[in-house]
Nanobody, 122 residues
Framework: QVQLVESGGGLVQPGGSLRLSCAASGTIFSINNMGWYRQAPGKQRELVATITNGGSTNYADSVKGRFTISRDNAKNTVYLQMNSLKPEDTAVYYC????????????????WGQGTQVTVSS
């Protein structure tokens, strides 16, 4: 019923930049929090950044000052601008959204995208 599709990953040199996008589609009444998570090989999935529908943001300490999360509520899309990338940022990046499907529902369901690979290497 709800699909999240990420785009924008790829290979970049250390110090470079990438911009990830994630568009939500399907049966959507409203979305509250949206966010980005990442999972490196052999590690657990970790939070990168989140943003509320009002625009309040939260970042992992490891990306503060380098990454910026934003969203376009009209397009149900969240973005992650990644600057000054480091090899340790290499991971599969996943988009997450809390979606309220119908006006009659009172809860939000969590949906995940399929992930997009980000590789930082010279």
């Amino acid at each position: 019923q709800v699909q999240l599709v990420e785009s924008g990953g790829g290979l970049v040199q250390p110090g470079g930049s990438l911009r990830l996008s994630c568009a939500a589609s399907g049966t959507i009444f409203s979305i509250n929090n949206m966010g980005w998570y990442r999972q490196a090989p052999g590690k657990q999935r970790e939070l990168v950044a989140t943003i509320t529908n009002g625009g309040s943001t939260n970042y992992a300490d490891s990306v503060k000052g380098r990454f910026t999360i934003s969203r376009d509520n009209a397009k149900n899309t969240v973005y992650l601008q990644m600057n000054s990338l480091k090899p340790e940022d290499t991971a599969v990046y996943y988009c997450n959204a809390g979606v309220r499907i119908y006006p009659s529902t009172t809860y939000y369901l969590s949906y995940w995208g399929q992930g997009t690979q980000v590789t930082v290497s010279s």
